[in-house]
Protein backbone atom coordinates (compact mmCIF):
# COMPACT_ATOMS: atom_id res chain seq x y z
CA UNK A 1 0.00 0.00 0.00
CA UNK A 2 -0.48 2.23 -1.87
CA UNK A 3 -0.63 0.30 -5.10
CA UNK A 4 -1.27 1.47 -8.89
CA UNK A 5 -5.08 2.21 -8.11
CA UNK A 6 -4.30 4.73 -5.16
CA UNK A 7 -2.13 5.97 -7.16
CA UNK A 8 -5.14 6.63 -9.94
CA UNK A 9 -7.39 7.82 -7.57
CA UNK A 10 -4.45 10.41 -6.63
CA UNK A 11 -3.66 11.42 -10.51
CA UNK A 12 -7.16 12.30 -11.19
CA UNK A 13 -7.41 14.49 -8.03
CA UNK A 14 -4.07 16.12 -9.24
CA UNK A 15 -5.98 17.04 -12.33
CA UNK A 16 -7.15 19.87 -10.82
CA UNK A 17 -3.91 21.52 -11.27
CA UNK A 18 -3.55 21.36 -14.90
CA UNK A 19 -2.55 25.20 -15.85
CA UNK A 20 -1.91 26.46 -13.25
CA UNK A 21 1.50 27.90 -12.76
CA UNK A 22 4.05 26.70 -9.96
CA UNK A 23 4.25 30.13 -7.68
CA UNK A 24 6.87 28.09 -5.15
CA UNK A 25 7.82 24.87 -3.75
CA UNK A 26 9.10 23.42 -0.45
CA UNK A 27 10.99 19.72 0.09
CA UNK A 28 12.14 17.91 2.69
CA UNK A 29 15.34 17.44 1.38
CA UNK A 30 16.38 13.33 2.49
CA UNK A 31 13.60 12.19 -0.25
CA UNK A 32 14.36 14.30 -3.00
CA UNK A 33 17.28 14.94 -5.41
CA UNK A 34 19.69 18.30 -5.05
CA UNK A 35 18.34 22.31 -6.06
CA UNK A 36 14.83 20.43 -7.07
CA UNK A 37 12.91 23.32 -5.62
CA UNK A 38 14.62 26.10 -7.43
CA UNK A 39 13.79 24.44 -10.60
CA UNK A 40 9.94 24.26 -10.37
CA UNK A 41 9.37 27.79 -9.55
CA UNK A 42 7.70 29.57 -12.77
CA UNK A 43 6.56 26.15 -14.62
CA UNK A 44 3.46 25.79 -15.89
CA UNK A 45 1.65 22.41 -15.49
CA UNK A 46 0.45 20.47 -18.62
CA UNK A 47 -0.79 17.40 -17.36
CA UNK A 48 -0.71 14.76 -14.46
CA UNK A 49 0.02 11.15 -15.95
CA UNK A 50 0.31 7.59 -13.88
CA UNK A 51 3.15 5.56 -14.63
CA UNK A 52 2.50 2.13 -12.59
CA UNK A 53 2.57 3.24 -8.70
CA UNK A 54 4.05 7.07 -9.63
CA UNK A 55 2.30 9.95 -10.41
CA UNK A 56 4.08 11.90 -12.50
CA UNK A 57 3.67 15.68 -13.24
CA UNK A 58 4.54 16.94 -16.32
CA UNK A 59 6.01 20.35 -16.56
CA UNK A 60 7.15 23.25 -18.61
CA UNK A 61 9.82 25.86 -17.15
CA UNK A 62 10.18 29.09 -19.59
CA UNK A 63 14.15 30.71 -19.95
CA UNK A 64 13.60 32.96 -17.16
CA UNK A 65 12.77 30.59 -14.79
CA UNK A 66 15.37 28.67 -14.81
CA UNK A 67 18.78 28.16 -12.74
CA UNK A 68 20.74 25.53 -14.76
CA UNK A 69 20.82 26.21 -17.95
CA UNK A 70 21.35 29.11 -20.81
CA UNK A 71 18.93 27.87 -23.27
CA UNK A 72 16.38 30.70 -25.00
CA UNK A 73 13.67 28.30 -24.73
CA UNK A 74 11.23 26.13 -23.19
CA UNK A 75 12.12 22.97 -21.52
CA UNK A 76 10.16 19.90 -20.89
CA UNK A 77 10.61 18.61 -17.53
CA UNK A 78 8.57 15.42 -14.99
CA UNK A 79 8.06 15.34 -11.56
CA UNK A 80 7.65 12.17 -10.23
CA UNK A 81 5.88 11.52 -7.08
CA UNK A 82 6.52 8.04 -5.12
CA UNK A 83 4.33 7.23 -2.63
CA UNK A 84 6.47 4.45 -1.20
CA UNK A 85 4.38 2.42 1.63
CA UNK A 86 2.02 4.70 3.81
CA UNK A 87 2.43 8.42 1.92
CA UNK A 88 -0.64 9.75 0.20
CA UNK A 89 -1.33 13.13 -1.94
CA UNK A 90 -3.40 16.18 -0.53
CA UNK A 91 -4.87 18.28 -3.69
CA UNK A 92 -5.88 21.80 -2.53
CA UNK A 93 -6.28 21.17 1.17
CA UNK A 94 -8.73 17.64 0.24
CA UNK A 95 -7.36 14.15 0.73
CA UNK A 96 -9.19 11.82 -2.20
CA UNK A 97 -7.96 8.97 0.37
CA UNK A 98 -8.55 10.15 3.38
CA UNK A 99 -6.70 7.01 5.10
CA UNK A 100 -4.40 3.99 3.92
CA UNK A 101 -4.55 0.75 5.41
CA UNK A 102 -2.24 -0.16 7.47
CA UNK A 103 -1.33 3.65 7.96
CA UNK A 104 -2.01 6.29 10.52
CA UNK A 105 -5.74 8.30 9.71
CA UNK A 106 -3.78 11.75 11.09
CA UNK A 107 -2.89 14.23 8.55
CA UNK A 108 0.42 15.62 10.34
CA UNK A 109 1.59 18.20 8.76
CA UNK A 110 5.05 17.12 9.98
CA UNK A 111 4.77 14.27 7.92
CA UNK A 112 4.62 16.14 4.67
CA UNK A 113 7.68 15.59 2.80
CA UNK A 114 6.82 17.85 -0.22
CA UNK A 115 4.77 21.27 -0.73
CA UNK A 116 3.74 22.77 -3.72
CA UNK A 117 2.20 26.68 -4.16
CA UNK A 118 0.47 27.24 -7.50
CA UNK A 119 -1.27 30.37 -9.10
CA UNK A 120 -3.74 30.87 -9.55
CA UNK A 121 -5.00 28.50 -6.92
CA UNK A 122 -7.52 28.33 -4.26
CA UNK A 123 -5.03 30.10 -1.81
CA UNK A 124 -3.32 32.83 -4.15
CA UNK A 125 0.44 32.97 -4.24
CA UNK A 126 1.97 31.94 -1.29
CA UNK A 127 4.39 34.39 0.11
CA UNK A 128 5.97 33.45 3.67
CA UNK A 129 9.64 32.04 4.38
CA UNK A 130 8.22 29.38 6.52
CA UNK A 131 6.41 26.37 4.23
CA UNK A 132 3.85 26.41 7.16
CA UNK A 133 2.83 29.98 6.70
CA UNK A 134 0.68 31.40 3.42
CA UNK A 135 -2.07 29.57 1.89
CA UNK A 136 -2.94 26.16 1.65
CA UNK A 137 -0.80 24.32 -0.66
CA UNK A 138 -1.98 22.95 -3.95
CA UNK A 139 -0.22 19.98 -3.81
CA UNK A 140 0.96 17.94 -0.56
CA UNK A 141 2.62 14.49 -0.10
CA UNK A 142 2.43 13.36 2.87
CA UNK A 143 4.48 10.34 4.37
CA UNK A 144 5.16 9.27 7.93
CA UNK A 145 7.44 7.18 7.42
CA UNK A 146 9.63 8.88 4.66
CA UNK A 147 9.73 6.05 2.62
CA UNK A 148 8.14 8.27 -0.18
CA UNK A 149 10.44 9.95 -2.13
CA UNK A 150 10.20 12.93 -5.44
CA UNK A 151 11.71 12.42 -8.18
CA UNK A 152 12.66 15.06 -11.30
CA UNK A 153 13.40 13.79 -15.03
CA UNK A 154 14.06 9.98 -13.38
CA UNK A 155 14.05 7.07 -16.30
CA UNK A 156 11.41 5.23 -15.54
CA UNK A 157 11.81 2.92 -19.07
CA UNK A 158 12.80 0.03 -16.75
CA UNK A 159 8.89 -0.52 -15.74
CA UNK A 160 6.99 -2.86 -17.01
CA UNK A 161 3.40 -2.40 -19.12
CA UNK A 162 0.67 -0.54 -17.09
CA UNK A 163 -1.27 -3.02 -14.74
CA UNK A 164 -3.98 -0.95 -16.03
CA UNK A 165 -3.68 -1.47 -20.19
CA UNK A 166 -1.44 -4.25 -20.21
CA UNK A 167 -2.70 -6.50 -23.28
CA UNK A 168 -3.53 -10.14 -22.85
CA UNK A 169 0.07 -10.61 -25.15
CA UNK A 170 1.98 -7.99 -22.97
CA UNK A 171 0.97 -10.34 -19.64
CA UNK A 172 1.99 -13.50 -21.34
CA UNK A 173 5.14 -12.70 -22.54
CA UNK A 174 6.03 -11.02 -19.05
CA UNK A 175 5.19 -14.22 -17.32
CA UNK A 176 6.57 -16.41 -19.70
CA UNK A 177 10.60 -17.73 -18.76
CA UNK A 178 10.19 -16.63 -15.19
CA UNK A 179 10.39 -19.33 -12.74
CA UNK A 180 9.58 -17.32 -9.99
CA UNK A 181 6.28 -18.02 -8.08
CA UNK A 182 3.62 -15.87 -10.05
CA UNK A 183 3.14 -13.98 -7.14
CA UNK A 184 6.44 -12.41 -7.19
CA UNK A 185 6.64 -11.81 -11.26
CA UNK A 186 3.46 -10.11 -10.07
CA UNK A 187 4.92 -7.39 -7.67
CA UNK A 188 7.60 -7.10 -9.73
CA UNK A 189 7.74 -3.68 -11.31
CA UNK A 190 9.57 -4.11 -14.34
CA UNK A 191 7.34 -7.15 -15.20
CA UNK A 192 3.82 -5.40 -14.46
CA UNK A 193 3.84 -1.84 -13.66
CA UNK A 194 1.17 -0.84 -10.73
CA UNK A 195 0.48 -4.30 -9.27
CA UNK A 196 1.03 -4.62 -5.55
CA UNK A 197 0.59 -7.06 -2.86
CA UNK A 198 -3.37 -6.99 -2.34
CA UNK A 199 -4.06 -6.68 -5.64
CA UNK A 200 -2.02 -9.46 -6.87
CA UNK A 201 -3.38 -11.92 -4.43
CA UNK A 202 -7.17 -10.58 -5.37
CA UNK A 203 -6.65 -11.39 -8.75
CA UNK A 204 -4.89 -14.61 -8.17
CA UNK A 205 -8.51 -15.56 -6.20
CA UNK A 206 -10.30 -14.78 -9.09
CA UNK A 207 -8.11 -16.58 -11.34
CA UNK A 208 -8.03 -19.47 -9.12
CA UNK A 209 -4.14 -19.83 -9.77
CA UNK A 210 -2.17 -20.60 -6.39
CA UNK A 211 0.39 -17.70 -5.62
CA UNK A 212 3.07 -20.25 -5.21
CA UNK A 213 3.27 -21.14 -8.59
CA UNK A 214 6.03 -20.88 -10.95
CA UNK A 215 4.83 -18.09 -13.45
CA UNK A 216 6.46 -20.49 -16.26
CA UNK A 217 4.29 -23.14 -15.06
CA UNK A 218 1.00 -21.58 -15.93
CA UNK A 219 -0.63 -22.81 -19.59
CA UNK A 220 -2.03 -20.85 -22.08
CA UNK A 221 -5.79 -21.03 -20.34
CA UNK A 222 -4.41 -20.23 -16.94
CA UNK A 223 -2.93 -17.04 -18.00
CA UNK A 224 -6.03 -16.06 -20.27
CA UNK A 225 -8.09 -16.28 -17.02
CA UNK A 226 -5.03 -14.37 -14.61
CA UNK A 227 -5.24 -11.08 -17.37
CA UNK A 228 -8.78 -11.54 -17.22
CA UNK A 229 -8.96 -11.03 -13.58
CA UNK A 230 -6.80 -8.14 -14.11
CA UNK A 231 -8.51 -6.47 -16.38
CA UNK A 232 -12.38 -7.20 -15.09
CA UNK A 233 -11.47 -7.00 -11.33
CA UNK A 234 -8.90 -3.97 -11.12
CA UNK A 235 -11.05 -1.28 -12.76
CA UNK A 236 -14.09 -2.62 -10.32
CA UNK A 237 -11.82 -1.89 -7.20
CA UNK A 238 -10.86 1.59 -8.81
CA UNK A 239 -14.14 2.44 -8.95
CA UNK A 240 -14.88 1.37 -5.59
CA UNK A 241 -12.00 3.11 -3.22
CA UNK A 242 -8.87 1.17 -4.46
CA UNK A 243 -6.88 -2.13 -3.57
CA UNK A 244 -8.49 -2.55 0.08
CA UNK A 245 -12.07 -3.05 -1.71
CA UNK A 246 -11.95 -6.70 -3.11
CA UNK A 247 -12.81 -10.14 -1.61
CA UNK A 248 -9.12 -10.15 0.17
CA UNK A 249 -9.32 -6.95 2.12
CA UNK A 250 -7.32 -5.97 5.25
CA UNK A 251 -10.14 -7.59 7.68
CA UNK A 252 -9.86 -10.61 5.74
CA UNK A 253 -6.81 -10.52 5.24
CA UNK A 254 -6.00 -10.70 8.46
CA UNK A 255 -9.01 -13.35 10.03
CA UNK A 256 -8.56 -15.65 7.10
CA UNK A 257 -11.93 -16.81 7.11
CA UNK A 258 -13.78 -19.60 5.02
CA UNK A 259 -12.97 -19.11 1.26
CA UNK A 260 -16.40 -17.17 -0.37
CA UNK A 261 -15.84 -19.30 -3.39
CA UNK A 262 -15.63 -22.67 -1.28
CA UNK A 263 -15.59 -22.08 2.42
CA UNK A 264 -11.91 -24.05 2.69
CA UNK A 265 -10.53 -21.60 5.58
CA UNK A 266 -7.87 -19.03 3.83
CA UNK A 267 -4.22 -19.62 3.89
CA UNK A 268 -1.54 -17.05 4.83
CA UNK A 269 1.74 -17.72 3.37
CA UNK A 270 4.95 -15.51 3.41
CA UNK A 271 6.68 -15.99 -0.71
CA UNK A 272 9.39 -13.76 -1.16
CA UNK A 273 9.11 -11.68 1.79
CA UNK A 274 5.35 -10.41 0.98
CA UNK A 275 2.73 -12.09 2.54
CA UNK A 276 0.38 -13.85 0.21
CA UNK A 277 -3.56 -14.97 1.47
CA UNK A 278 -5.15 -16.92 -0.71
CA UNK A 279 -7.13 -20.54 -0.69
CA UNK A 280 -5.25 -24.00 -1.24
CA UNK A 281 -8.72 -25.25 -2.75
CA UNK A 282 -10.04 -23.53 -5.57
CA UNK A 283 -6.35 -21.96 -6.44
CA UNK A 284 -4.15 -24.63 -7.60
Known amino acids: ?24 SWVDERVAP ?21 VVVHLTVPPWARTRTSSPTNVERRLGLHFGMTGRLVVDGRAAIEQLAYASGRDDADWDRFRLWTEPGPGGPGDGADP ?45 RR ?46 ALHAAVSARLPVMLATGGSTTGILSPDVR ?13 RRTTIGGRTAVWCPTHQH
Do not use: Y
Open 1 to 24: MPEGLEAEIWRRAATALVGRTVDR
Open 34 to 54: PGLVSELVGASIDAVDRIGKI
Open 132 to 176: GDGPVPALRLNDPRRLGRVSLDEDLSALGPDVLTITRSEFGDRLA
Open 179 to 224: RAAVKTVLLDQGAVAGLGNLCADEVLWWAGIAPTRPADSLDSAETA
Open 254 to 266: AACPPCERDGTPL
